[in-house]
C-alpha cells in the first residue's frame, strides 16, 4: 500500500515551454501532497505543499507564479513549471503521507527528470 | 526552524561489514526520525523510522538508534551487501514536514 506514482518519469522540453507533471497516490487518498526539487548529489529541498481543494502553500524563495501547483482531486496533484529555463533542470519528486498517519510521515514518488534546452 | 547534519558525506565499505550514518538535530521538538534509500535516478524510499518514545528500532539487518538528550541518531546497517549502495538521507520532524540531511552515499564494495 501507499503508492505514489508520477508522469512523466522524464521530459525534456525546450527553453520558454511549459511542462506538467503529475503526481498520483494509487491506493490511497491524499489531502495533502508535497513538491521537492533535487539537484545532483544534493538533498530534497520542499517547494510547495499541495493542499487538495485549495491554494498550495509555497516554501520562501520558490515562486508561485512559475511553478503552479493544483490538486484538483483527493488522488491527483500536478506541478507545472511556466515558461522553463535551463536553470529549472532538475528532479523533482512529490510525496505524500499514507492514510491514518500525520502529515510528516511521507512515501515519495519516483520522481520526474526535467532537462530544459 | 529545523537543522539536520548528516555525516560521512561518503562511506565505502566492503561486502559483509557494517555501516554506521550519523545524524544530529537542533530542535528539541523533533519528534519523528526517518531514514530513506535513494537509489539513482529514483524517489527516496522510507527504510526505516524511529520516533521519540523510543531509544533503537531494528528491522532485519538495519536498526536506528537515538539518543534525544543529545539530539543525535543513527543508522546501523550490518552485513552489507553490493545493494546496499544508495543514497541515505536522514529527517527530522515533529508536527511539522521533516528536514533532510544533505544525504550520505554509501559504497559497498563486492
Known amino acids: 500500500g501507499a503508492v505514489v506514482s508520477q508522469h512523466p518519469s522524464w521530459v525534456i522540453c525546450k527553453s520558454g515551454t511549459s511542462v506538467k507533471i503529475e503526481c498520483r497516490s494509487l491506493?490511497?487518498?491524499?489531502?495533502?501532497m508535497f513538491w521537492y526539487r533535487q539537484f545532483p548529489k544534493q538533498s530534497l529541498m520542499l517547494m510547495a505543499t499541495s493542499n487538495e481543494g485549495s491554494k498550495a502553500t509555497y516554501e520562501q524563495g520558490v515562486e508561485k507564479d512559475k511553478f503552479l501547483i493544483n490538486h484538483a482531486s483527493l488522488t491527483l496533484s500536478t506541478l507545472t513549471v511556466t515558461s522553463a529555463h535551463p536553470e529549472d533542470s532538475s528532479f523533482y519528486i512529490c510525496?505524500?503521507?499514507?492514510?491514518?498517519?500525520?502529515?510528516?510521515?511521507?512515501?515519495f514518488g519516483p520522481g520526474t527528470r526535467l532537462t530544459v534546452t | 526552524g529545523e537543522n539536520v547534519e548528516q555525516h560521512p558525506s561518503t562511506l565505502s565499505v566492503q561486502e559483509g561489514d557494517s555501516a554506521v550514518i550519523k545524524c544530529t538535530y537542533s530542535?528539541?521538538?523533533?519528534?519523528?526520525f526517518p531514514w530513506y534509500k535513494q537509489e539513482l535516478g529514483k524517489g527516496p524510499q522510507l527504510i526505516i523510522d524511529i520516533r521519540s518514545n523510543v531509544g533503537e528500532k531494528k528491522d532485519q539487518r538495519i536498526a536506528v538508534t537515538l539518543n534525544k538528550t543529545a539530539k543525535h541518531f543513527s543508522l546501523h546497517i550490518t552485513e552489507t551487501q553490493p545493494e546496499d549502495s544508495a543514497v541515505y538521507f536522514c529527517?527530522?520532524?515533529?508536527?511539522?514536514?521533516?528536514?533532510f540531511g544533505r544525504g550520505t552515499s554509501l559504497i559497498v564494495h563486492p
Open positions: 530542535d528539541s521538538a523533533s519528534n519523528y
Open positions: 510525496s505524500a503521507p499514507p492514510p491514518g498517519t500525520f502529515t510528516y510521515e511521507q512515501y
Open positions: 529527517a527530522a520532524g515533529g508536527s511539522y514536514i521533516p528536514t
Open positions: 491506493d490511497f487518498q491524499a489531502t495533502t
